[in-house]
C-alpha cells in the first residue's frame, strides 16, 4: 500500500493529509504544515485541533478522529500528535529509527552526502527519548567514517569545541580532497593500463619475430653426394628437380620448397624411378568444373519467324503510329479555314507542305535564295536528288483556335505524300516538346497539348445590340402604338369608367387632407448637432477661405 502524503496549497490555507499508511516522515511533514497554518491563521490552541480534523483524508484516520472527537477536540495539538503517533505509527517505530541512525555507515559514499541523510532521520525523533542531541551525533558520525577518512580526520585533529555543523563542515573538505586525490590517482592508473595495451614488451618484440634463416635441410652428419650426369640426364626428360630429386614436380630447383633429400636414406636415381613416377603421375585426378561463355546474346531482328526464344515483352515494336495532328489552314482563296491533317516529324530538319494545298488554298509563293537540295532516305539506281526552289508563310491553329502558331516557312515539295509535314523548325520555333510514350506535343508556354486537345465548353452568348438597332426597334414600336391609337384609347376609357373611384379628376387641396397620423418615425434627438472633426487646412488656402 503506498505510504500517506502531506498536500497544503498556500501557509495560510489548512492542509490536507492524503490516503495511505502514516509513517514517521508524513507525521513529521503533518505536523509541520498545521504549525504553519496555526501560524498565519492565529487559530488559538483550543480551536487548533478542530480546524484541521477534516484534512485527514484517509478514512480509517477520519474514522479515529470522529471515534474519539471530544477527547481529541478538548486537548491540545501536542497531544493529539502524540495520540495519532501512538496509534498509527508501527510499533517500537523509534527505537527501530534510532537502530538505523546508530548503524548506519559511510561506506563509498561521499561524507556530506550521508550526514545529511543521517541527520534527517535523527529529526524524527524530535521531542522522543530516542533522538540524539549535537554531541551524540557527531560522536556517531565520526565513529562511523570510512577507513581512509577516519584516520584524516584523526591526523587533523579537529577541536571539540566545535559546534556540529563546524564540525561537518571541516570533515567535508578533507573529504572533498580525499575524493579528488582519489580521482586523480585512479585516472593515473587508468591512463597507465591504456598505455600498457599499446606497448609491446621488447623482449617479446624480439622473441616473436619469426627467424628468417632458413632450417638445415639436412640434419644428418653425413654429406649428400652431388648428382651424376645420368641422374642429370634422368630428371630432365621425366620433368624432375635438381634440389629435391623428384620426377614430375610442378617446380624447379630455384622455386623447389621441399629442400634436399637426407643423405642418410638417399639412393642413386635409376630408370625404374622414373617410370613409377610417371605412372603415379599419370593417375586420373578429380575433376575440376570450369566456367566460361557458351553462348552470346542473338538480336531479335536475326530469330527466325518459327523461334520461340523471344519475348515480346521485352523488345520493342516494329513500328508506332504516326503523329498526326489536325489543324487549321487559311488562305486568301478560302473563305473560311480548311482542315489539314499534319504530320508531325522531329527527325525532319525541313517543313515541306504539298503544292496541291498551296494552290488550294493560294498561297504566296516565294522563291528560295538557294535552293536545298535533298536525297531519298532508301538509295538505288533509279534515285534521284530532289530540288526545292520555293516556300510559302504558313500559321496553322488547332481546331479549337485554342492554340496558333507562330508563322513559320514550309518549303514547297511536289507530289509529298502528306500534306503537311511539320519538322523541327516547326518545333523549336513553337517551344514544343514530343512525348512518344504518352503520345503528346506539348507547348512549354502554354502547356496545351496538340495531340491530345482539351475539351471544351461553349457557352452561348446572348449579343448585345447596337445604339442603331435599339434605335430601329423603338421607331417600330412607335410606329405600331400610332397604328392601334384607337384601340388604346378605348381600352383606356374603358379602364377608367370600370375604375372611376381610384381615378379622381382632381386631387384634393392641401389643407383638405387629412391630419390623423397613420405612421410615424421618431429621432433619437433630432435637436442635437453632430459636431464635425476640424482638420487643418494649409496657409495656401486658408486666404480664400476667410
Not at 49 to 60: F, L, W
Not at 500 to 529: A, C, G, Q, W, Y
Request: aromatic share 6%; proline share 6%; charged share 30%.
Amino acid at each position: 500500500m503506498k505510504t500517506a502524503s502531506v498536500d497544503q496549497s498556500a501557509p495560510n490555507k489548512p492542509p490536507k493529509l492524503l490516503a495511505g499508511d502514516l509513517t514517521p516522515e508524513a507525521a513529521r511533514d503533518w505536523e509541520d504544515a498545521c504549525s504553519t497554518y496555526f501560524l498565519h491563521k492565529e487559530i488559538e490552541d483550543k480551536n487548533q485541533v478542530k480546524m484541521i480534523a477534516s484534512g485527514m483524508q484517509d478514512r480509517r484516520l477520519h474514522t479515529w478522529y470522529l471515534t474519539q472527537k471530544a477527547t481529541l477536540n478538548a486537548g491540545t495539538f501536542e497531544d493529539y500528535m502524540a495520540a495519532l503517533k501512538k496509534d498509527w505509527l508501527e510499533a517500537h517505530w523509534e527505537t527501530k529509527l534510532r537502530k538505523k541512525v546508530m548503524g548506519s555507515h559511510q561506506n563509498a559514499r561521499p561524507f556530506y552526502e550521508w550526514a545529511l541523510e543521517v541527520q534527517d532521520q535523527n529529526t524524527l525523533l524530535f521531542g522522543n527519548d530516542a533522538h540524539l542531541d549535537n554531541v551524540q551525533l557527531r560522536n556517531q558520525l565520526e565513529a562511523n567514517l570510512c577507513d581512509e577518512l577516519h584516520t584524516t580526520v584523526l591526523r587533523a585533529k579537529l577541536a571539540k569545541t566545535l559546534t556540529l555543523k563546524e564540525w561537518i563542515e571541516e570533515v567535508r573538505q578533507l573529504d572533498d580532497k580525499r575524493l579528488e586525490d582519489l580521482a586523480t590517482h585512479k585516472k593515473f592508473a587508468e591512463d597507465c593500463h591504456n598505455k600498457s595495451k599499446h606497448t609491446t614488451p621488447s623482449n617479446y618484440t624480439s622473441s616473436s619475430k619469426p627467424s628468417t634463416s632458413r632450417p638445415p635441410t639436412n640434419t644428418s652428419t653425413h654429406r649428400l653426394e652431388a648428382l651424376t650426369a645420368a641422374e642429370r640426364t634422368l630428371l630432365a626428360d621425366n620433368g624432375g628437380c635438381f634440389k629435391c630429386r623428384k620426377f614430375y614436380v610442378p617446380h624447379r630447383s630455384k622455386d623447389c620448397t621441399d629442400g634436399a633429400p637426407d643423405a642418410s636414406t638417399y639412393k642413386p636415381l635409376t630408370e625404374a624411378d622414373a617410370i613409377a613416377a610417371k605412372a603415379k603421375n599419370d593417375k586420373p585426378k578429380k575433376p575440376v568444373a570450369a566456367v566460361a561463355p557458351v553462348a552470346a546474346v542473338m538480336a531479335s531482328s536475326f530469330l527466325e519467324a518459327d523461334s520461340d526464344s523471344e519475348d515480346d515483352t521485352c523488345v520493342a515494336p516494329f513500328e508506332t503510329a504516326h503523329l498526326t495532328w489536325p489543324c487549321l489552314l487559311t488562305g486568301p482563296s478560302c473563305d473560311s479555314f480548311e482542315r489539314i491533317d499534319a504530320l508531325i516529324d522531329h527527325g525532319s530538319h525541313l517543313v515541306l507542305i504539298n503544292e496541291d494545298v498551296v494552290n488550294k488554298l493560294g498561297l504566296r509563293r516565294r522563291k528560295l535564295r538557294v535552293e536545298i537540295q535533298a536525297n531519298s532516305a532508301f538509295l538505288n539506281s533509279s534515285s534521284s536528288t530532289l530540288s526545292f526552289s520555293e516556300y510559302v508563310h504558313l500559321s496553322p491553329s488547332s481546331l479549337d483556335n485554342g492554340w496558333h502558331s507562330r508563322t513559320i516557312r514550309a518549303i514547297i515539295a511536289p507530289k509529298l505524300v502528306v500534306p503537311l509535314l511539320l519538322g523541327g523548325p516547326f518545333l523549336s520555333h513553337n517551344c514544343l516538346i514530343i512525348d512518344h510514350e504518352l503520345r503528346t506535343c506539348i507547348n512549354k508556354e502554354s502547356d496545351y497539348d496538340l495531340l491530345n486537345p482539351p475539351k471544351r465548353v461553349h457557352h452561348v452568348h446572348t449579343p448585345i445590340p447596337s445604339k442603331r438597332d435599339l434605335y430601329r426597334l423603338r421607331k417600330d414600336v412607335m410606329h405600331e402604338l400610332q397604328h392601334n391609337k384607337e384601340q388604346l384609347d378605348r381600352l383606356d376609357a374603358e379602364m377608367r369608367r370600370k375604375y372611376e373611384d381610384r381615378f379622381p379628376s382632381d386631387i384634393p387641396h392641401i389643407d383638405n387632407l387629412p391630419t390623423d397620423i397613420v405612421h410615424r418615425i421618431r429621432l433619437k434627438d433630432p435637436n442635437k448637432i453632430i459636431q464635425c472633426r476640424r482638420y487643418n487646412t494649409p496657409r495656401k488656402y486658408r486666404e480664400a477661405w476667410e
